[in-house]
């Protein structure tokens, strides 16, 4: 369409709505309030109309691209995606990792997984399981001082991230004095993934979410000498933006997803290794 078409079409819509949609200046347009609202009622109905088009013609889909903290995408959703590619041959799945610092809005995906306590602001969010934790540790440190059987055996070993804020939590659900913890320089890894790496190394104890680190418990790579969790008020949430949620992919994702974490969240306790 030509410039003026387009301009000619605005004129007409807008004529329809009776209220301008677009503020004109002098570089350009910006759209007025009555027309931020009225797109974000009309794209998300658009988006609709066109993957309901696409399903009717038997099109592939496009591309579904989820963005997701590092140890969420590397260590839980990464095994687990075969399972939706195969209840969803068509919607082929780009899985891309930022830091939890990261907005949603800042990157270009469809759906984000971020740790929070839920105040996304005006996103769509569903609650996927709590960041409940433990410690754990490697057989050879463990062996090396014969072993634990009180909470307070923990303090004979070094902590990977004496500097993370959990312990206190966890150190709390113990009924241990907090005083007693933490003498080593501040230090913290940032990622689990990082701090279970340090820790299977033998080079202290590291607080990690039972969950993510399934096969090193089963394998033996690390030990989790107590069931007690702790938690402290952050859950893993999947976001989705308002104009994507009716979109057919996002749908089917988040119904597998949701239905892939209801044993988390319905369920704190994880195996014991001892």
């Known amino acids: ?138 057989p050879r440190l463990l062996v090396s001082v014969g072993g634990v059987s009180r909470y307070e055996d923990l303090l004979k070993f070094p902590a990977v991230s004496p500097g993370d804020p959990r312990w206190h939590f966890w150190l709390a659900a113990a009924g241990i004095e907090t005083s007693c913890f933490g003498s080593e320089p501040s230090r913290h890894f940032g990622t689990q993934m990082a701090e279970a790496r340090a820790a299977i190394e033998g080079h202290g104890v590291a607080l990690l979410t039972p969950a993510f680190f399934e096969r090193e418990l089963e394998t033996g790579a690390l030990l989790q000498p107590f069931d007690l ?17 009716r979109s057919t992919k996002v749908r089917e994702f988040r119904n597998w997803l949701l239905a892939q974490t209801e044993a988390l969240r319905q369920n704190h306790t994880c195996p014991v290794n001892s």
């Open 229 to 245: 969790l702790a938690e402290d008020g952050k859950s893993y949430w999947l976001i989705t933006q308002h104009k994507r949620r």
């Open 1 to 138: 369409m030509t410039q003026a078409a387009v301009s000619y079409q605005i004129k007409v819509l807008e004529d329809r709505v009776g209220a301008p949609l677009f503020e004109r200046h002098a570089r350009g347009v910006s759209l007025t309030n009555v027309g931020k609202d009225f797109a974000n009622q009309i794209v998300p109905a658009m988006d609709t109309i066109c993957e309901a088009y696409a399903d009717a013609i038997g099109t592939t889909q496009t591309t579904l691209t989820i963005n997701a903290v590092p140890t969420f995408a590397t260590h839980f959703l990464s095994g687990a995606l075969w399972s939706f590619q195969e209840q969803n041959p068509k919607i082929s799945v780009r899985l891309e990792i930022s830091e939890n610092s990261v907005e949603p809005d800042s990157v270009d995906c469809d759906m984000a997984i971020r740790l929070g306590a839920g105040n996304f602001g005006d996103k769509d969010c569903c609650r996927l399981f709590p960041a409940v934790f433990a410690p754990m540790v490697s």
